[in-house]
């Protein structure tokens, strides 16, 4: 099989398997409720502890960190499965190329993701009037794409960790509610203490978070550029350093015939 | 063994279990740190320092919703997985005292979650603590507690027809924190949903509890807020013991309770 035909049934497989035990109504709680409700709450708070201040800010924090459902939970559990379900001695016995594989757990996580924000985008437009009138909409996207590659970055590092700890569901939900105080999401990340604005520096979003505020404000493109740049540059070392992970950890558990040792 | 003996050893046997389980420390200590941390700094960035009790009280509820949920969703389910919900349903002893059991224990989390915010709260904001109301304070956390307590009891014997309680449990999270107005006052929500906070329990004892610390735009009306909450909490139980009849009688015509 060659690799990009193992990548495009891996991105289908792993998705369809992912869903495929759960009901439609399963299905739409997750998809739906979740980021729909999370935009609703912020927003409501956001507006109410500030006196009135604008939704739109509030709005466009949690529509882009709802990406990190599935750029978090999703590849986690989708490599973190394999273990758990008794597959992973297979896939490792497989000869498949391992990149493939690997890059296949996040390809339709970061599809996914997109749909996630777009549904709380318009679910922020339709009840608190988010104003798009001046937005650069192709930036705005093209924000949401790079916030969604990159939280899949880190998807697929804690995925990897998921390989040896049984924890990880705990590690992915720390980082979920990290991104909700250190990206920027309901408050800018300069009222944070300087040492949570270095956490902050070393994640992905936040800089995704701030380009799309920009593209929403109608700001210039070369403004919101280069922290798109930074953005995917950051998922991409999480990627990087996930695979890194995931190839020391299965020559590890092939040595020690530990594929599924906890 | 009597009912009683049931649900004192199943709380302190779940009680165990759960302490030992890594993501109760997220849910009791963690998630609720995180919502009154946020609450705070909003609140204190919007100069509206004088609601910070939405932060502090708020970030308990968070906690003590999500213990509540998530373990209510998943007891029966746990079983299941187990293998033992087979023998559970065979045994004389009612399913319902069983659950009743890890619902205590859920519960007593959850008043650590609360607890653990209220006191990082009054080592940096005491002056909020001054105002409370304390008897009236005390009467609506009980009933909240016991609202929670009913809800726990729906849940369980409802998701304990679907595999995908998970996903039904992370659907229903957010949507209490915004009915049962835990971090803002349900007032601040759009008129058609009001009607549907009215039926969430805790949304009348949740506003008592606010009232009583000092974060009501008018005269407090204990006896109504709290005559709500306890309607609805036997509502709750009502069905409750319904849902639980309908499931022991369904898994024992069907002999698959261990195949949701």
């Known amino acids: ?238 990627a990087a350093a996930g695979y890194l992970l995931f190839r020391v950890l299965e020559g590890w558990a092939r040595r020690g015939g530990l594929q599924e040792a906890f | 063994m009597s009912v009683w003996r049931v649900i004192r050893r199943t709380w302190l046997i779940q009680l165990r279990l759960r302490v030992a389980f890594p993501i109760s420390y997220f849910q009791v200590l963690l998630q609720p740190l995180v919502f009154g941390g946020i609450g705070l700094l909003l609140y204190s960035a919007g100069g509206r320092s004088a609601h910070l009790a939405f932060a502090v009280i708020g970030g308990g509820l968070v906690g003590l919703w999500s213990v509540t949920l998530f373990n209510a969703g998943f007891d029966i389910q746990a079983e299941r997985w187990a293998g033992t919900l087979e023998q559970l349903m065979g045994c004389p002893t009612p399913l319902a005292a069983v659950i009743v059991g890890k619902i205590a224990s859920s519960l007593c989390l959850g008043l650590a979650s609360l607890a653990a915010n209220l006191a990082v709260g009054w080592v940096f904001f005491p002056h909020l603590f001054h105002r409370i109301d304390a008897i009236p304070f005390a009467i609506s956390g009980a009933l909240t507690l016991l609202a929670f307590f009913a809800i726990s009891l729906v849940i369980a014997p409802l998701f304990a027809w679907t595999r995908t309680a998970g996903a039904l449990a992370n659907g229903m999270e957010t949507p209490a924190y915004l009915l049962g107005g835990f971090m803002f006052p349900v007032a601040i929500l759009a008129g058609w949903v009001q009607p549907l906070a009215g039926l969430f329990a805790p949304s009348w004892t949740v506003r008592a509890l606010y009232a009583a610390a000092g974060e009501s735009a008018s005269r407090p009306d204990y006896p109504l807020w709290w005559g709500l909450g306890l309607a609805g909490t036997a509502v709750y139980l009502a069905l409750s013991a319904g849902l639980f009849h309908l499931l022991e009688t369904r898994a024992r015509r069907s002999g698959r309770i261990g195949f949701a």
Request: proline letters at 5%; hydrophobic letters at 55%.
């Open chain 1, 1 to 238: 099989m060659t690799g990009l035909r193992l990548f495009a049934h891996g991105c289908l497989y792993q998705y369809r398997a992912l869903f495929n035990w759960a009901t439609p109504l399963g299905y739409a709680s997750s998809k739906l409720l979740v980021p729909v409700f999370q935009v609703v709450f912020f927003v409501q708070l956001g507006v109410f502890a500030t006196g009135g201040g604008d939704p739109t800010y509030f709005a466009i924090g949690n529509a882009m960190q709802v990406t990190a459902l599935n750029g978090i939970f999703g590849v986690v559990m989708t490599v973190g499965n394999e273990r758990q379900f008794g597959t992973l001695p297979l896939l490792l016995a497989s000869p498949a190329s391992r990149l493939a594989t690997f890059l296949g757990r996040s390809a339709f996580h970061v599809v996914d993701g997109i749909i996630s924000v777009v549904i709380a985008f318009a679910v922020a437009q339709l009840l608190f009037g988010l104003r798009l009138a001046h937005a650069d909409l192709p930036l705005l996207a093209a924000s949401v794409v790079a916030v969604a590659l990159s939280t899949c970055g880190i998807g697929l590092l804690l995925g990897s960790c998921s390989l040896v700890s049984r924890d990880i569901l705990l590690v992915a939900n720390l980082v979920y509610f990290l991104f909700l105080v250190v990206a920027g999401v309901n408050f800018p990340v300069t009222r944070l203490p300087g040492a949570l604005q270095v956490v902050s520096r070393g994640l992905p979003m936040s800089r995704g978070i701030a380009a799309a505020r920009l593209a929403v404000a109608g700001a210039p493109a070369s403004r919101a550029l280069p922290l798109l740049g930074q953005e995917l540059l950051v998922g991409a070392a999480y």
